[in-house]
């Protein structure tokens, strides 16, 4: 069986957009890094641009292709539902709602960079989208992720991953995230319904 892509413009150029900027910021540098990442002394000193822009720096190049690696799946996987402004927004409050966790929830995480935590975010969201959509897949991936959040809330993160990034992975992100997509996707699908329940009046 062969599996299109969502390869049109409409379907592809919000990912395309957050990973050209990602990459244009890992080719500035350590300048960056220093200037954008999530850091809790420096968000005290009301450096609120952290709770967004530190999610899309990196700690190195494997880093980063892990994260673009993730997101051409999510895009392969939910690319039907990402119209640009829309998959933008949901970036923007998923990685804004992580960082906010973080800073309430997890005092011991002081530094953090990375798509992860916002990726699970948009991978709750589109398989939520999908179940949404009468689509049986959605219920498989939102199950294995929940097992996957699971595991590293009880067992830790990855040796290994943590070795190839230089940096410790940070499980409480992935919660947050996923936590986040769950809540806009609900919040999303609430204000539908509403709109649809005041136009359905107007019209009787």
């Known amino acids: 069986m062969i599996v299109a892509l969502p390869v049109k413009p409409q379907f592809s150029l919000g990912p395309l957009i957050l990973a050209v900027v990602c990459i244009a910021l890992y080719l500035v540098g350590e300048p960056a890094t220093d200037l954008l990442a999530y850091d809790r002394y420096a968000l005290e000193s009301m450096e609120t641009w952290r709770l967004i822009s530190g999610n899309l720096v990196h700690t ?15 895009w392969a996987l939910h690319g039907e539902h990402y119209r640009p402004i829309t998959f933008l927004k949901i970036f923007v409050w998923c990685s804004l709602g992580t960082s906010l966790s973080i800073y309430l929830f997890s005092p011991q995480l002081i530094w953090y960079v990375g ?3 916002a990726l699970h975010g948009i991978f709750v969201w589109g398989a939520c989208m999908d179940i949404l959509n009468k689509m049986r897949s959605g219920w498989l991936l939102l199950g ?3 097992v996957k959040i699971v ?8 040796a290994e ?8 992975v940070a499980i409480d992100a992935h919660l ?5 997509g769950a809540l806009l996707f609900l ?9 649809d329940f005041f136009s359905a009046r107007r019209k009787a």
Do not use: K, R
Not at 187 to 195: P, S
């Open 60 to 74: 190195n190049g494997y880093h980063l292709l892990l994260n673009l690696v993730g997101l051409l799946l999510l």
């Open 144 to 146: 294995g992720l929940v």
């Open 176 to 180: 947050y995230g996923a936590i986040c």
């Open 151 to 158: 595991l590293e809330q009880t067992q830790g993160s990855s």
């Open 115 to 117: 798509l992860s935590g």
């Open 161 to 168: 991953v943590a070795s190839l990034i230089d940096a410790s």
């Open 187 to 195: 919040l999303m699908w609430l204000f539908t319904l509403a709109a």
